[in-house]
C-alpha cells in the first residue's frame, strides 16, 4: 500500500488527504496547526464563498496570466463536483451574486467540519499540532517527511502549506522554503487582494466613505494597467472594498511600484461633455458654491473637494470660471489618488508568487523535478481575484494531487 504524507490541513490538503484516502493509499495529513482548516473557517466573511459556478474558461481567467495551467485541475474535479461532494458530506450549497457559492447554513466553519469527517472517515491518521521542517528526497525521488521527532517516510508527499498571507492561520510560508531546499524556483510572494494605502493624507478624513457604481482604474506611469467598476471604501489609511481588491492583483504582479496612481471616475454613467452641459446650465444660478456640492458629491468628501479644488466655498455659481469648471468635472470624472503600497501580508486575501507553474506537471501536480513530490493549492504560484476562485483553486489541485500521489 502506497503511503502518502500531505503537509497542511487547510483546504488543498485536506482534499488531498481525502482523494489519496479515496484512491487506496495510506494517508498521513500533517498540521501544524492544533486544528484543521483555520483559514477556510473564516473565508467569506465566516461563510465560506467556496467556489464559483462560472464556467472553467471564466474560472481560469480569473487568475490572469497563469490561469491556463489550472485547466487541467479544473476540469478534473470542477466547481460543480465540489459543490456534488459538500453535498454528499451533508454541506449543501447556495448561489449567490456573481455566481459565488456558499454553504446554504452561512457558515464556512461547516465545510471545515464536514471535510475533517470525510477525511477521518477514510482513516486518515490526522496529526495536528505537527510542523514539517523538510523534505526528504534521496535521487529525485521523495522518500520522507522531516518533522521534529524524526523523518516520517513516505513514497510520495504533497505540499499544501498555503501562501504567506494571514499568517495567524498557520500559512506562514514554509512550503516555499521546502520547495526551495529540493530545487525548485520560488516566485517571490508577495501579497493580493489586500487594501491599498494611499500617499494624500487627506484621505483619512473620507474614512468610512462608501462609493458605489464607481470606476477605478490604476496607472503605472502613464499606462492604465486595470480598471473596475463597483463599490469602493475609504479607510484611515487610504481604500479598500471589491474593486480595490481586485485592482490589488494587478498591483501586487507589477514590478515598479515607484509610480502608481488610482484614477477614480464618481460619475462613471454620465460623459464629460454631459456632465460639462449640466454645470453650464446650473451655474447660472446665484447658489454658494459649497450649498451645491451635495447634489453632486457625498456630503463626507465636500471639505477635501472643495480644497483640491481651489475654489472658494463661498463662490456664487454664476461666477464660477469655465477654467474652474473643468477643474470640477477633472475632480469628478478624475480624482487622482497615489498608492503608496498595498496593506501588509497579515491583512492580504491570498499570496501572488509562489512555486513556479513552470516545474509542475498541470496534468498531475506532481514536481517535474522531483518524483513523488506534489502541489496544492496558495504554494503554488497562482492567484486570482475575490469571486470563490482560490479555494476552487486550492480544492481541485488538491483532488489532483491527492489522486496522483495515489498511484504508483
Ligand atoms: C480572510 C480571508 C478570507 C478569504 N475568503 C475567501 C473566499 O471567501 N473565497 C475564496 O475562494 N478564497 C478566500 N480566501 C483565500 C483562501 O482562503 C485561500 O486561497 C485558501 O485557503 C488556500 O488554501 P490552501 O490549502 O492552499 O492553504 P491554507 O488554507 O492556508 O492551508 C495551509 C495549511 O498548511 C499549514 N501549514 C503551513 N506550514 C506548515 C508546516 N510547516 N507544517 C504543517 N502544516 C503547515 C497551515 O497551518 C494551514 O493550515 C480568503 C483568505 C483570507 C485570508
Known amino acids: 500500500m502506497r503511503k502518502v504524507v500531505v503537509i497542511g490541513g487547510g483546504a488543498g490538503g485536506m482534499l488531498a488527504a481525502g482523494r489519496a484516502a479515496e484512491c487506496g493509499a495510506r494517508v498521513v495529513l500533517l498540521e501544524k496547526n492544533s486544528v484543521l482548516g483555520k483559514k477556510l473557517s473564516i473565508t467569506g466573511g465566516g461563510r465560506g464563498n467556496i467556489t464559483n459556478i462560472a464556467p472553467i474558461d471564466a474560472l481560469v481567467a480569473a487568475f490572469g496570466a497563469g490561469g491556463k495551467f489550472l485547466y487541467g485541475a479544473f476540469n478534473r474535479f470542477s466547481n460543480q463536483d ?18 459565488r457559492v456558499f454553504p446554504e447554513s452561512d457558515r464556512a466553519g461547516d465545510a471545515v467540519a464536514a471535510l475533517e469527517r470525510w477525511i477521518r472517515g477514510l482513516s486518515v491518521d490526522v496529526r495536528t499540532g505537527q510542523r514539517v521542517q523538510g523534505l526528504v528526497a534521496v535521487d529525485g525521488h521523495i522518500s520522507g517527511v522531516r518533522v521534529y521527532s524524526g523523518v516520517i517516510p513516505a513514497d510520495a508527499a504533497v505540499l499544501a502549506t498555503g501562501g504567506v498571507t494571514y499568517p ?19 516566485v517571490t510572494p508577495v501579497p ?18 462608501s462609493l458605489k457604481n464607481v470606476s477605478a482604474k490604476l496607472y503605472s506611469g502613464q499606462k492604465k494597467v486595470a480598471e473596475e467598476f463597483g463599490e469602493m471604501l475609504f479607510t484611515h489609511f487610504g481604500v479598500s472594498g471589491p474593486i480595490i481588491l481586485a485592482l490589488s492583483k494587478t498591483y501586487a504582479h507589477l514590478k515598479d511600484k515607484s509610480n502608481v496612481t488610482l484614477v477614480i471616475n464618481l460619475k462613471p454613467a454620465v460623459s464629460v461633455e454631459d456632465l460639462d452641459a449640466r454645470l453650464v446650465s446650473d451655474f447660472v444660478q446665484p447658489r454658494l458654491f459649497k450649498n451645491y456640492l451635495p447634489e453632486l458629491l457625498p456630503r463626507i468628501m465636500i471639505p477635501v473637494f472643495l480644497e483640491l479644488s481651489g475654489i472658494p466655498a463661498d463662490e456664487s455659481l454664476n461666477k464660477i470660471r469655465a477654467k474652474d469648471r473643468k477643474r470640477i468635472i477633472e475632480l469628478l470624472t478624475n480624482f487622482r489618488l497615489t498608492v503608496k503600497r498595498a496593506r501588509s501580508a497579515d491583512e492580504a486575501i491570498v499570496t501572488a508568487g509562489g512555486v513556479s507553474i513552470k516545474e509542475i506537471d498541470p496534468r498531475t501536480m506532481e514536481s ?41
Open 82 to 99: 465540489l459543490r456534488d461532494l459538500f453535498l454528499r458530506l451533508g454541506v449543501p450549497t447556495k448561489v449567490e451574486r456573481g455566481g
Open 368 to 408: 517535474k523535478l522531483v518524483r513523488g513530490l506534489f502541489f496544492a493549492g496558495e504554494v503554488i504560484d497562482i492567484d486570482a481575484v475575490t469571486g470563490g476562485y482560490n479555494l476552487q483553486a486550492a480544492f481541485s489541485t488538491g483532488w489532483v494531487a491527492g489522486e496522483c500521489a495515489a498511484q504508483d
Open 192 to 209: 493580493s487582494l489586500s487594501a491599498l494605502e494611499i500617499r494624500e493624507a487627506w484621505v483619512g478624513r473620507l474614512s468610512g466613505l
Open 168 to 186: 495567524k492561520t498557520g500559512s506562514t510560508g514554509d512550503g516555499y522554503t521546502m520547495a526551495a531546499e529540493v530545487g525548485h524556483t520560488v
